[in-house]
């Protein structure tokens, strides 16, 4: 069985410009999320889905990142415009179980703004 | 609201050796879920062991155990026999049982030596 899948895992982008990143979660899977890596720090959550509905994000800094599920399945993460501070690795999970959501990861992507 | 805290941020152990490392957490949730995840070089997030706050039964997973103190607040991971693939990030997180939030530490950086 496939893991989840991101892509680019490395992205190296100029202050201001757009940012997008892919995620495939694991056949299956209805709950998606997006969670962000600083450096030295554990993940935090930007944003929940449950199918192809943002149930939670509480935590996305709206006015520069946005999200979408199409089909309930894959799903994009923008930055737009990107800002110093947005380095970090971007981590896509998946889970199946309701009551234990116990996330599968995927291997994230570097982002690194200059 | 849940908070996670691992207060190693580096631990060393012999090839073969047993190391245990430390974290404590609050929550206010009556049910709740812990997880000790590791995160290797390649960034990807792998689930090393889970335990339900309801059981009293401490988790186990071949050379992996936890010791699960609730009264404390306390869900400390033994890794017994190590292995050079052992190394890695270890990051403890725990979710409410209705909020899928995974909650993480800080980390620790285990390191095998040979």
């Known amino acids: 069985e496939a893991g989840v899948v991101q892509s680019p895992r490395y992205k190296i982008i100029e202050k201001k410009q757009p940012v997008a990143f892919w995620c495939n979660p694991i056949?299956?899977?209805?709950?998606l999320y997006w969670y962000r890596q600083n450096l030295g720090q554990g993940p935090e959550l930007l944003i929940r889905y449950e199918n192809e509905e943002a149930v939670d994000d509480s935590q996305l800094p709206k006015d520069r990142f946005s999200a979408e599920r199409l089909k309930g399945v894959d799903s994009t993460l923008k930055i737009q415009p990107a800002e110093l501070g947005d380095s970090a690795v971007y981590l896509c999970a998946s889970s199946l179980e309701l009551r234990a959501p116990e996330a599968f990861f995927g291997q994230g992507t570097r982002l690194t703004v200059v | 609201a849940q908070t996670v805290t691992q207060s190693q941020p580096e631990m060393s152990v012999q090839e073969a050796e047993t190391v245990t490392l430390s974290c404590t957490y609050d929550t206010s949730e009556s049910d709740y879920y812990l997880f000790w995840y590791k995160q290797p070089p390649s960034r990807q997030m792998i689930l090393v062991i889970r335990?339900?706050?309801?059981?009293?039964q401490n988790a186990t997973e071949n050379r992996f155990s936890v010791n699960f103190q609730k009264a404390a607040k306390s869900f400390s991971l033994k890794i017994s026999d190590s292995q050079l693939g052992d190394a890695a990030m270890y990051f403890c997180?725990?979710?409410?049982?209705?909020?899928?939030?995974?909650?993480f530490g800080k980390g620790t950086k285990l390191s095998v030596i040979p």
């Open positions: 335990q339900e706050a309801y059981k009293q």
């Open positions: 997180a725990s979710t409410g049982a209705g909020s899928y939030q995974l909650t």
């Open positions: 056949s299956g899977h209805n709950t």
